[in-house]
């Protein structure tokens, strides 16, 4: 299809490509081996970072950062290219999961593994130690059987080979739980459940299929536990492009959806949401854009982007493209166009704005009744020169 443009705000150009629309969510990814290892519904497509692959030219010894990495389908699909690439989240489940969906693996060592550890003799478990919360989410039998695999992982000596198996335990122990995330929020719903062994079995059994269908080229990867606001560990003119996708203005803070996941497979790991993640801190924060009197929650959102833009110049070569998917803010008495905020801070802290490329595009209503305006889901193409 080719796409319409047209020029917005007296100063860049628009295209529309409604049909990249689905490329923008994870939706694809879910029957694609390793993409699938873990569903976020916030994440991307391969395809969609393939896109700016070809769109960017890049090729192998190509360097590549996603600083809002969450579920790595950036890194997973720089290494079907054998691009280098390095990410960066705020959350320890997003790099436990792209360090498990990239990492290099021996197959006949994961399948001995796995054939030992399912022969294993049950041995009963204490389950004292797990909170009330938890307990709630899983039949006692089923959370004795975890704790047992939980234990027996533990004790795998590779590291790699050990967050593999973690991870298949932790999506069978969902699938098997009366967990479920209605938005922002964790319910149980007492539901038959799927019996726990069986299909952590198939779990263990795909993911290793899956590595062998997916063809990977050699590269270096390297993913960090970090804040895109002060990514000090980088250093400058590293890379030659970013592919991401930032959390989008005013939409609900997903974290408390991963309790289960964070207490049973993290232990004690403790983020501070409010402080850590982008645009939840609206104290002592400057307005980046005094003339539009935006909302609160914007002011503290485009405040956190401009330092995240800062870190993303310092960090990319001369040269170097981003690429940046946003999504309008809805508010309840306006949207808010964060394409064209985005747009303005990139070419604050210096970005070339090469165009806007509008894909998804909602009415938004106050409380399903009165149009306000037009929520629009777009990718921000930049360049540094
Ligand atoms: C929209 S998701 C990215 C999804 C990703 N493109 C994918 O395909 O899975 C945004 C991510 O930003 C992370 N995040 C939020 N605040 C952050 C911060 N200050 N620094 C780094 N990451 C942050 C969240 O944990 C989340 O994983």
Redesign the pocket.
């Known amino acids: 299809m080719k796409p319409s443009t047209r020029i917005i705000s007296d100063k860049w150009l628009m295209e529309e490509r409604w049909d990249w629309g689905k490329l923008v969510t994870?939706i694809p990814?879910k029957k694609l081996p390793v993409y699938s290892w873990f569903y976020?519904k916030?994440?991307?497509?391969r395809n969609f970072v393939h896109l700016m692959i070809d769109l960017f030219k890049l090729e192998d010894g190509s360097m590549v950062l996603?600083?809002?990495?969450?579920?790595?389908?950036?890194l997973v699909a720089c290494k079907e290219r054998g691009i280098d690439s390095v990410g960066?989240?705020?959350?320890p489940?997003?790099v436990f999961v792209?360090q498990t969906k990239t990492a290099d693996y021996k197959v006949d060592e994961l399948k001995s593994i796995a054939k030992k550890m399912l022969q294993e003799r049950f041995e009963k478990q204490d389950l004292s130690k797990v909170s009330r919360f938890t307990r709630r989410f899983f039949s006692k039998p089923t959370l004795e059987d975890i704790l047992f695999f939980r234990e027996k992982i533990k004790m795998i000596e590779d590291p790699a080979s050990r967050n593999f198996f973690t991870l298949a335990l932790m999506n069978a122990a969902m699938k098997a739980s009366y967990a479920y995330k209605d938005g922002a929020v964790l319910k149980v719903v007492e539901k038959p459940v799927p019996p726990f062994r069986k299909f952590f079995k198939r779990i263990i059994k795909k993911m290793i299929k899956d590595l062998e269908r997916i063809s990977f080229k050699p590269c270096r990867i390297e993913v960090y536990l970090?804040?895109?606001?002060k990514m000090d560990f980088l250093e400058d003119e590293v890379f030659d492009a970013i592919i991401?996708?930032?959390?989008?203005l005013n939409k609900i803070e997903y974290?408390k959806v991963y309790a289960i996941e964070y207490e049973l497979f993290f232990g004690d790991v403790k983020i501070d949401p409010v402080r850590?993640?982008?645009g939840l801190n609206p104290k002592n924060v400057s307005d980046e854009f005094p003339s539009y009197n935006l909302p609160e929650a914007a002011k503290a959102y485009f405040n956190?982007m401009r330092m995240?833009f800062e870190e993303m110049f310092r960090v990319l070569k001369n040269g170097g493209r981003a690429s940046i998917?946003v999504a309008g803010g809805v508010f309840p008495d306006r949207v808010v166009e964060s394409d064209i905020l985005i747009s303005e801070l990139a070419e604050k802290v210096g970005f070339n704005v090469d165009k806007i490329i509008a894909v998804n595009k909602r009415v938004a209503t106050t409380r399903r009744v009165v149009k306000i305006g037009e929520a629009r889901e777009s990718v921000v193409i930049l360049s540094k020169s």
């Open positions: 994870f990814n976020f916030e994440g991307f497509s996603d600083p809002f990495v969450g579920s790595g389908t950036t960066v989240d705020i959350a489940l997003a792209s970090g804040d895109a606001r991401t996708s930032p959390p989008y974290t850590s993640y982008i956190d995240v998917v």
